[in-house]
């Protein structure tokens, strides 16, 4: 009786590892430039979460007939908010024109850069 091997050759192996290492090649580098891209959204939406914040409290202090509120009344408000949370690295000062925002990392991985914004002040 004849025996017939069965199994992969070694060239279809080394075939087989070529192609995914392209893949590999192709996929990481993408992936990464994702991940960052994902990254850079977070510290956006949480720059525009605290320029809500400001524009909130700057109304209803506004609204409830205390008159005007102080640019630095505008940052403490914001500097102890609790919606920011441990998931960004959130700071805030007060500019010329109102108050800088800026976010150093999103759940401890840093950006490649710092994403910034400002919140103007009405009264300016």
Known sequence: MLRTER?????????????LGIIAAVAVPKYIDMIEQS???????????VKTQCSNYYASQM????????????QASVTSAPYLG????VSTATAASGILITVLSVKGNSLSTAQ???WYYPGL
Not at 7 to 19: C, D, H, K, S, Y
Not at 39 to 47: C, E, F, K, L
Not at 86 to 89: H, R
Request: charged share 10%; glycine share 12%; aromatic share 4%.
């Open 7 to 19: 199994g992969f050759t070694l060239i279809e192996i080394i075939a087989v590892l070529a192609i």
């Open 86 to 89: 441990p998931d960004y690295n």
């Open 39 to 49: 990254r850079i959204s977070a510290a956006q939406t949480a720059i525009a979460e």
């Open 116 to 118: 910034t914004g400002t």
């Open 63 to 74: 609204l409830s007939g205390n008159g005007t509120t102080s640019l630095g009344s505008v």
